[in-house]
């Protein structure tokens, strides 16, 4: 999720184990607590691209790091805190790493909720676990738990309704999460419905919202030949149209020995295409995310896209894209809100 979601979720952390001992410094050190794992990207200036993009969500983002990371974090507030009074208690060691244990397991269980996912098991494993029900930045279920900390924030740390506003932001994030998850298992019955109406031959498909809203969701169906494309809003009163994709996959050589090749094909857990662009260099596709504007041809149409180099006979990835092109933003975002109406 988008770094202002893991604030308020780490902070409503902190509220609830430190609250009534230190007030509003639970909320700021709970969401700084919150944010710790995604500073994992500060290590992407020393690393490739292909690199960064395998350490992201990865060890910063497991329950290994959740356990050795609380210890040492509230080890080190302990010792900042230690001789300071909050109603008569010093805050005692186990409870500071308490709360940094409950911000960064939240942090990284909030992100296996989305497309992108979390390497939770690192380092035994470097499979992500990703739920797909919601997407990085959703703004039904950040706004109100935002809310909810900031009535929090205006009580004073002895009133009993800090804790009960707490618990109705925490309540709130619960609810729509499941919400989410729930809509996906109805979305995924409509998909698999109109795969099987329109005779799709589907040996695998992988479905998810589009940014900012869990009401239009996209799906990426492969079989043996090529990928389909297809979007269903809630309010589609219409078919869903599905649009071919050829794969290409054989525009790269020697992909099984190629590192950039075999990280880019873990990332988009095989979900890929490979187009050759205008100036004559490759670019692998990541088809989870759908596309902007449905089909058509165009080197900028999908959402997360690698534009591969090549040297001494090995692939590297030469720039990373993610999002609209600039000056494309307010255009794209009319058209996604259109297509969130219906069709």
């Not at 604030?7 to 710790?36: Q, Y």
């Not at 300071?84 to 992100?111: C, N, P």
Request: aromatic fraction near 16%.
């Amino acid at each position: 999720m988008d770094s202002v979601s893991q604030f308020v979720l780490g902070a409503s952390m902190g509220e609830a184990v430190l609250g009534k001992r230190i007030g509003n410094k639970a909320l700021i050190w709970g969401g700084i607590a919150g944010t710790i794992p995604d500073l994992d990207v500060i290590a992407s200036p020393f690393m490739s691209e292909v690199d960064s993009l395998a350490f992201h969500r990865g060890i910063s983002h497991s329950i290994s790091f959740a356990i050795v990371g609380a210890l040492f974090f509230g080890w080190l507030l302990y010792l900042l805190y230690r001789n300071r009074k909050y109603e008569g208690d010093a805050v005692s060691l186990r409870r500071w790493q308490w709360m940094f244990f409950l911000a960064f397991i939240t942090h990284s269980l909030l992100d296996c909720f989305t497309m992108y996912g979390t390497q939770l098991f690192a380092p035994f494993t470097d499979y992500r676990v990703a739920f797909s029900s919601i997407s990085v930045a959703d703004p039904l279920y950040t706004l109100p738990f935002l809310v909810c900390l900031v009535i929090v924030a205006l009580f004073k740390r002895s009133n009993n309704k800090r804790q009960l506003w707490n618990y109705i932001g925490l309540g709130w994030s619960c609810l729509y999460l499941l919400f989410t998850v729930c809509n996906k298992m109805y979305v995924n019955t409509v998909f698999e419905e109109e795969i099987e109406k329109q005779g799709l031959v589907c040996d695998r498909y992988i479905l998810g919202p589009t940014i900012l809203n869990n009401v239009l969701w996209s799906a990426t169906i492969e079989n043996k030949d090529a990928f389909y494309q297809g979007q269903y809003s809630l309010f589609d009163s219409s078919p869903i149209q599905f649009h071919r994709i050829e794969k290409n996959h054989t525009l790269v050589d020697q992909t099984e020995y190629d590192r950039t090749i075999s990280v880019l094909k873990w990332f988009t857990a095989g979900y890929y295409n490979i187009i050759r662009r205008a100036d004559g260099r490759l670019q692998i596709n990541d088809l989870r995310y759908g596309t902007f504007r449905g089909p058509g041809d165009g080197e900028n149409k999908y959402v997360f896209r690698f534009i591969l180099g090549k040297r001494n006979g090995r692939y590297f990835v030469e720039e990373t894209k993610g999002g609209p092109e600039p000056g494309d933003e307010d255009k794209l975002m009319a058209d996604l809100w259109q297509r969130i109406k219906g069709q």
